[in-house]
Protein backbone atom coordinates (compact mmCIF):
# COMPACT_ATOMS: atom_id res chain seq x y z
CA UNK A 1 0.00 0.00 0.00
CA UNK A 2 2.61 2.00 0.32
CA UNK A 3 3.67 5.27 3.08
CA UNK A 4 0.38 6.69 4.43
CA UNK A 5 0.13 10.24 5.85
CA UNK A 6 -1.71 11.46 7.73
CA UNK A 7 -2.99 15.06 7.18
CA UNK A 8 -4.86 16.98 10.01
CA UNK A 9 -6.74 19.60 7.61
CA UNK A 10 -8.76 19.33 4.52
CA UNK A 11 -8.02 22.86 3.83
CA UNK A 12 -4.17 23.53 3.78
CA UNK A 13 -3.21 25.04 -0.42
CA UNK A 14 -3.88 22.32 -3.25
CA UNK A 15 -0.20 21.91 -4.00
CA UNK A 16 0.37 19.88 -0.60
CA UNK A 17 -1.74 16.89 -1.30
CA UNK A 18 -0.72 16.75 -5.15
CA UNK A 19 2.65 16.84 -4.32
CA UNK A 20 2.28 13.87 -1.60
CA UNK A 21 0.00 11.94 -4.06
CA UNK A 22 2.18 12.33 -6.75
CA UNK A 23 5.21 10.91 -4.74
CA UNK A 24 3.14 7.62 -4.02
CA UNK A 25 1.82 8.77 -0.77
CA UNK A 26 -1.63 7.27 0.71
CA UNK A 27 -3.27 10.38 2.15
CA UNK A 28 -5.83 10.25 4.96
CA UNK A 29 -7.47 13.48 5.44
CA UNK A 30 -9.43 15.11 8.54
CA UNK A 31 -11.95 17.29 6.79
CA UNK A 32 -12.55 20.83 8.76
CA UNK A 33 -14.86 22.15 6.29
CA UNK A 34 -16.35 25.23 7.39
CA UNK A 35 -13.95 25.64 10.00
CA UNK A 36 -10.79 28.00 9.52
CA UNK A 37 -7.07 26.09 9.35
CA UNK A 38 -5.78 27.00 12.73
CA UNK A 39 -9.36 26.97 14.57
CA UNK A 40 -8.53 24.42 17.36
CA UNK A 41 -12.41 23.10 16.64
CA UNK A 42 -10.83 22.15 13.37
CA UNK A 43 -8.71 19.66 14.49
CA UNK A 44 -8.67 15.40 14.76
CA UNK A 45 -9.61 14.45 18.18
CA UNK A 46 -6.63 14.16 20.63
CA UNK A 47 -7.62 9.93 20.59
CA UNK A 48 -7.86 10.14 16.52
CA UNK A 49 -4.38 11.79 16.19
CA UNK A 50 -2.67 9.33 18.73
CA UNK A 51 -4.15 6.80 16.65
CA UNK A 52 -2.98 8.17 13.23
CA UNK A 53 0.18 8.23 14.83
CA UNK A 54 0.53 4.45 16.04
CA UNK A 55 -0.95 3.59 12.09
CA UNK A 56 0.88 6.32 9.58
CA UNK A 57 4.51 6.94 8.63
CA UNK A 58 3.79 10.76 8.54
CA UNK A 59 1.71 13.68 10.31
CA UNK A 60 1.72 16.90 8.58
CA UNK A 61 0.15 19.35 11.29
CA UNK A 62 -0.32 22.93 12.23
CA UNK A 63 -0.76 24.80 15.37
CA UNK A 64 -4.01 24.06 16.60
CA UNK A 65 -3.09 20.35 17.01
CA UNK A 66 -1.16 19.56 19.88
CA UNK A 67 1.46 16.82 19.39
CA UNK A 68 2.59 15.82 22.83
CA UNK A 69 3.84 12.54 24.91
CA UNK A 70 -0.14 11.24 24.47
CA UNK A 71 0.05 11.16 20.90
CA UNK A 72 2.96 9.57 20.27
CA UNK A 73 2.93 7.43 23.04
CA UNK A 74 2.43 4.38 20.74
CA UNK A 75 4.26 6.40 17.77
CA UNK A 76 5.42 4.40 14.19
CA UNK A 77 5.58 8.04 12.40
CA UNK A 78 9.06 8.58 11.22
CA UNK A 79 8.60 12.53 10.29
CA UNK A 80 6.15 15.02 11.55
CA UNK A 81 5.70 18.30 9.22
CA UNK A 82 3.87 21.54 10.90
CA UNK A 83 2.75 23.71 8.35
CA UNK A 84 3.40 27.14 10.91
CA UNK A 85 6.77 28.91 11.52
CA UNK A 86 6.29 27.78 15.45
CA UNK A 87 6.57 24.52 16.90
CA UNK A 88 5.47 25.23 20.50
CA UNK A 89 2.75 23.05 20.06
CA UNK A 90 4.36 19.76 19.27
CA UNK A 91 6.64 17.85 22.29
CA UNK A 92 10.10 18.47 21.08
CA UNK A 93 11.32 15.88 23.85
CA UNK A 94 8.78 13.18 23.16
CA UNK A 95 9.63 13.56 19.22
CA UNK A 96 13.32 13.29 19.70
CA UNK A 97 13.41 10.73 21.91
CA UNK A 98 11.98 8.40 19.58
CA UNK A 99 13.57 9.36 16.61
CA UNK A 100 11.17 11.56 14.80
CA UNK A 101 12.41 14.53 12.94
CA UNK A 102 10.12 17.66 13.17
CA UNK A 103 9.92 19.93 10.05
CA UNK A 104 8.43 23.51 10.17
CA UNK A 105 7.70 26.24 7.97
CA UNK A 106 10.20 29.12 9.11
CA UNK A 107 11.70 31.07 6.24
CA UNK A 108 9.31 31.79 3.56
CA UNK A 109 6.04 33.49 5.30
CA UNK A 110 9.11 36.37 6.51
CA UNK A 111 8.06 39.16 4.22
CA UNK A 112 4.78 38.35 4.31
CA UNK A 113 4.27 38.84 8.13
CA UNK A 114 6.84 41.78 8.33
CA UNK A 115 4.57 43.38 5.19
CA UNK A 116 1.55 42.80 7.95
CA UNK A 117 3.32 43.88 10.88
CA UNK A 118 3.83 47.59 8.99
CA UNK A 119 0.32 47.43 7.93
CA UNK A 120 -0.76 47.30 11.03
CA UNK A 121 1.55 49.92 12.94
CA UNK A 122 0.32 52.02 10.64
CA UNK A 123 -3.05 51.75 10.83
CA UNK A 124 -2.76 52.09 14.69
CA UNK A 125 -0.85 55.35 13.81
CA UNK A 126 -3.40 56.75 11.76
CA UNK A 127 -6.50 55.49 12.84
CA UNK A 128 -7.47 53.73 10.16
CA UNK A 129 -9.82 50.96 11.03
CA UNK A 130 -11.42 53.36 13.38
CA UNK A 131 -12.20 55.99 10.05
CA UNK A 132 -13.21 52.91 8.13
CA UNK A 133 -16.03 52.13 11.13
CA UNK A 134 -17.03 55.92 11.48
CA UNK A 135 -17.52 56.11 7.27
CA UNK A 136 -19.68 53.30 7.68
CA UNK A 137 -21.76 54.53 10.56
CA UNK A 138 -22.14 57.78 8.85
CA UNK A 139 -20.24 59.24 11.86
CA UNK A 140 -17.34 60.42 10.16
CA UNK A 141 -17.56 64.01 8.99
CA UNK A 142 -19.08 65.03 12.31
CA UNK A 143 -15.66 64.35 14.32
CA UNK A 144 -13.50 65.18 11.49
CA UNK A 145 -12.07 68.35 13.23
CA UNK A 146 -11.12 66.42 16.15
CA UNK A 147 -9.74 62.99 14.28
CA UNK A 148 -6.32 62.70 15.01
CA UNK A 149 -3.98 60.36 14.10
CA UNK A 150 -0.04 60.07 14.98
CA UNK A 151 2.71 60.24 12.69
CA UNK A 152 5.55 56.94 12.17
CA UNK A 153 8.53 59.29 10.63
CA UNK A 154 11.09 59.93 13.26
CA UNK A 155 9.44 57.90 15.90
CA UNK A 156 10.51 54.88 17.75
CA UNK A 157 10.09 51.42 17.00
CA UNK A 158 11.35 48.58 19.51
CA UNK A 159 11.46 45.35 17.74
CA UNK A 160 11.09 42.55 20.71
CA UNK A 161 12.91 39.35 19.22
CA UNK A 162 14.99 40.25 16.25
CA UNK A 163 15.41 36.88 14.24
CA UNK A 164 14.46 36.81 10.72
CA UNK A 165 10.79 38.27 11.15
CA UNK A 166 12.38 41.19 13.05
CA UNK A 167 14.69 42.26 10.41
CA UNK A 168 12.50 42.16 8.17
CA UNK A 169 10.48 44.48 9.96
CA UNK A 170 13.36 46.62 10.57
CA UNK A 171 14.10 47.00 6.60
CA UNK A 172 10.70 47.91 6.20
CA UNK A 173 10.98 50.61 9.44
CA UNK A 174 13.81 52.02 8.09
CA UNK A 175 12.04 53.38 4.80
CA UNK A 176 9.74 55.68 7.15
CA UNK A 177 12.83 57.04 8.51
CA UNK A 178 12.31 55.49 11.97
CA UNK A 179 14.76 55.34 14.94
CA UNK A 180 14.99 51.52 15.73
CA UNK A 181 15.82 49.57 18.47
CA UNK A 182 15.62 46.16 19.74
CA UNK A 183 16.13 43.51 22.41
CA UNK A 184 16.74 39.99 21.58
CA UNK A 185 18.15 36.86 23.05
CA UNK A 186 21.17 36.90 21.19
CA UNK A 187 22.56 40.40 20.01
CA UNK A 188 23.06 41.02 16.26
CA UNK A 189 25.74 43.46 16.02
CA UNK A 190 26.08 42.89 12.31
CA UNK A 191 22.63 43.58 11.98
CA UNK A 192 23.24 46.52 13.98
CA UNK A 193 25.56 48.17 11.63
CA UNK A 194 24.01 47.05 8.36
CA UNK A 195 20.56 48.96 9.69
CA UNK A 196 21.80 51.45 12.00
CA UNK A 197 19.85 50.15 14.90
CA UNK A 198 20.57 50.11 18.56
CA UNK A 199 20.25 46.98 21.11
CA UNK A 200 18.83 48.54 24.44
CA UNK A 201 17.63 46.19 27.82
CA UNK A 202 14.77 44.47 27.79
CA UNK A 203 12.99 47.13 30.14
CA UNK A 204 14.71 50.24 28.07
CA UNK A 205 13.22 48.58 25.24
CA UNK A 206 9.53 49.15 26.59
CA UNK A 207 10.69 52.40 28.01
CA UNK A 208 11.90 54.19 24.55
CA UNK A 209 9.43 52.60 22.03
CA UNK A 210 6.46 54.73 20.46
CA UNK A 211 5.94 51.44 18.56
CA UNK A 212 6.35 47.96 19.91
CA UNK A 213 6.37 45.12 17.84
CA UNK A 214 6.36 41.33 19.52
CA UNK A 215 8.26 39.17 17.38
CA UNK A 216 9.68 36.72 19.92
CA UNK A 217 9.12 32.85 19.16
CA UNK A 218 7.22 31.57 22.16
CA UNK A 219 9.16 29.81 25.35
CA UNK A 220 9.14 29.15 29.22
CA UNK A 221 11.22 32.06 29.08
CA UNK A 222 8.87 34.23 27.04
CA UNK A 223 5.67 33.44 28.08
CA UNK A 224 3.87 36.70 29.24
CA UNK A 225 6.92 38.31 28.55
CA UNK A 226 4.70 41.42 27.93
CA UNK A 227 3.05 41.74 31.26
CA UNK A 228 1.63 44.29 33.30
CA UNK A 229 5.09 45.68 34.77
CA UNK A 230 6.49 46.03 31.97
CA UNK A 231 3.09 47.31 30.05
CA UNK A 232 3.67 49.94 32.85
CA UNK A 233 6.90 51.28 31.78
CA UNK A 234 5.41 52.11 28.46
CA UNK A 235 4.54 55.92 27.34
CA UNK A 236 0.95 56.62 27.39
CA UNK A 237 1.05 57.17 23.54
CA UNK A 238 2.93 54.00 22.71
CA UNK A 239 1.33 51.19 20.76
CA UNK A 240 1.76 47.56 21.15
CA UNK A 241 1.66 45.34 18.22
CA UNK A 242 1.60 41.27 18.56
CA UNK A 243 2.22 38.82 15.34
CA UNK A 244 4.41 36.66 17.28
CA UNK A 245 2.71 34.00 19.71
CA UNK A 246 -0.71 35.24 22.10
CA UNK A 247 1.23 33.85 25.42
CA UNK A 248 3.54 36.24 24.74
CA UNK A 249 1.65 38.62 25.87
CA UNK A 250 -0.22 38.73 29.43
CA UNK A 251 -3.71 39.37 27.54
CA UNK A 252 -5.44 40.59 30.98
CA UNK A 253 -2.54 42.71 31.44
CA UNK A 254 -3.09 44.22 28.21
CA UNK A 255 -6.72 44.86 28.36
CA UNK A 256 -5.89 46.75 31.95
CA UNK A 257 -3.26 48.83 29.80
CA UNK A 258 -5.57 49.86 27.38
CA UNK A 259 -8.59 50.56 29.50
CA UNK A 260 -6.47 52.34 31.33
CA UNK A 261 -4.60 54.75 29.12
CA UNK A 262 -0.71 53.31 29.97
CA UNK A 263 -0.77 52.98 26.05
CA UNK A 264 -2.51 54.82 23.66
CA UNK A 265 -3.61 51.17 21.95
CA UNK A 266 -2.60 47.99 20.36
CA UNK A 267 -3.31 45.41 17.21
CA UNK A 268 -2.88 41.64 17.65
CA UNK A 269 -3.07 39.15 15.30
CA UNK A 270 -2.64 36.26 17.86
CA UNK A 271 -4.31 35.47 21.01
CA UNK A 272 -3.87 33.04 24.03
CA UNK A 273 -7.39 31.73 23.31
CA UNK A 274 -7.90 30.81 19.49
CA UNK A 275 -10.34 31.55 18.00
CA UNK A 276 -10.83 34.84 20.56
CA UNK A 277 -14.07 34.55 22.03
CA UNK A 278 -16.68 37.10 20.29
CA UNK A 279 -17.45 37.90 24.55
CA UNK A 280 -13.71 38.76 24.98
CA UNK A 281 -12.93 42.15 26.74
CA UNK A 282 -10.65 43.20 24.24
CA UNK A 283 -13.25 43.28 21.15
CA UNK A 284 -15.35 45.49 23.18
CA UNK A 285 -12.73 47.89 23.07
CA UNK A 286 -12.05 50.68 20.42
CA UNK A 287 -8.21 51.48 21.02
CA UNK A 288 -7.18 47.23 19.56
CA UNK A 289 -7.20 46.38 16.00
CA UNK A 290 -8.24 42.38 15.85
CA UNK A 291 -7.18 40.00 13.11
CA UNK A 292 -7.55 36.77 13.08
CA UNK A 293 -3.75 35.25 12.95
CA UNK A 294 -3.53 36.29 8.72
CA UNK A 295 -0.21 37.36 8.93
CA UNK A 296 1.25 34.89 6.86
CA UNK A 297 -2.31 34.62 4.60
CA UNK A 298 -0.58 35.48 1.53
CA UNK A 299 -1.52 32.98 -1.62
CA UNK A 300 2.18 32.99 -2.19
CA UNK A 301 3.55 32.43 1.02
CA UNK A 302 0.87 29.57 2.29
CA UNK A 303 1.53 27.79 -1.04
CA UNK A 304 4.87 27.85 -0.66
CA UNK A 305 4.74 26.74 2.93
CA UNK A 306 2.76 23.78 1.66
CA UNK A 307 5.13 22.83 -0.62
CA UNK A 308 8.30 22.89 1.86
CA UNK A 309 5.48 20.75 4.52
CA UNK A 310 5.10 18.52 1.55
CA UNK A 311 8.91 18.35 0.21
CA UNK A 312 10.46 17.61 3.88
CA UNK A 313 8.05 14.84 4.05
CA UNK A 314 9.42 13.39 1.03
CA UNK A 315 13.09 14.28 2.05
CA UNK A 316 12.67 11.98 5.37
CA UNK A 317 10.26 8.56 3.70
CA UNK A 318 11.88 8.68 -0.11
CA UNK A 319 15.54 10.00 0.27
CA UNK A 320 16.33 9.19 3.79
CA UNK A 321 17.06 12.54 3.92
CA UNK A 322 16.00 15.71 6.82
CA UNK A 323 13.31 17.91 6.59
CA UNK A 324 13.93 21.42 4.94
CA UNK A 325 13.86 22.98 7.89
CA UNK A 326 14.40 21.21 10.76
CA UNK A 327 13.22 21.74 14.44
CA UNK A 328 14.89 18.94 16.75
CA UNK A 329 18.33 16.73 15.94
CA UNK A 330 17.64 13.36 15.41
Not at 60 to 73: A, H, K, P
Request: proline share 3%; net charge positive.
Amino acid sequence: MGYCIYVTRSTFPRILYDMLRDAGFRLEVWDNSGRGMWDRAAAPPRDVLRDAASRCDALVVTIGDRVDEYVLSNARVKVIATYSVGYDHIDLEAATKRGIPVGYTPEVLVEAVADFAMGLLIALARRIVEGDRLVRGGEAYRVWGEYLGTEVCGKTLGILGLGNIGVAIARRAKAFNMNIIYWSRTRKPWVEVALGIRYVNLNDLFRQSDYLVVSVALSNETYHMVNEDRLRLMRRGSYLINIARGAVVDINALVKALKEGWIAGAALDVYEEEPLPAAHELVKLGNVILTPHIASATVETRNKMAEVVAQSVINVLLRGGKPIYQANRV
